[in-house]
């Protein structure tokens, strides 16, 4: 891994995230880090399932969550922005 990438990653801890998962669901927390196959770690986590009706989704206290790498659609972290003017400004390592 690059160090560039890593300081990225750790830029990002205990910082709040939203994770999208390929199963409709969101994921609302706390960065907390990730395993040797990039797993990402949140603590203090809400989870919110996404079914397409207009309601707002119920969301539900899960604390600590390690989300499976292949289940991620997409990661945002609120109010956090990466230099873009880098040689790459993928998000993925």
Do not use: H
């Not at 750790?10 to 409709?24: A, E, F, G, H």
């Not at 922005?81 to 880098?86: K, L, M, P």
Request: charged share 15%.
């Amino acid at each position: 891994m690059s160090s560039s990438a890593i300081a990225k990653l750790n830029s990002l801890l205990c910082q709040p995230i939203r994770i999208s998962t390929t199963d409709n669901r969101i994921l609302i927390g706390t960065f907390a880090g990730t395993d040797k196959p990039l797993n990402i770690i949140i603590t203090n986590a809400e989870e919110y399932r996404i079914d397409g009706s207009e309601q707002l989704p119920q969301g539900r206290y899960v604390s600590l969550v390690m989300v499976p790498w292949k289940l991620i659609a997409s990661i945002e972290a609120p109010g956090r922005w990466f230099d873009t003017s880098a040689s790459s400004s993928s998000m993925y390592i």
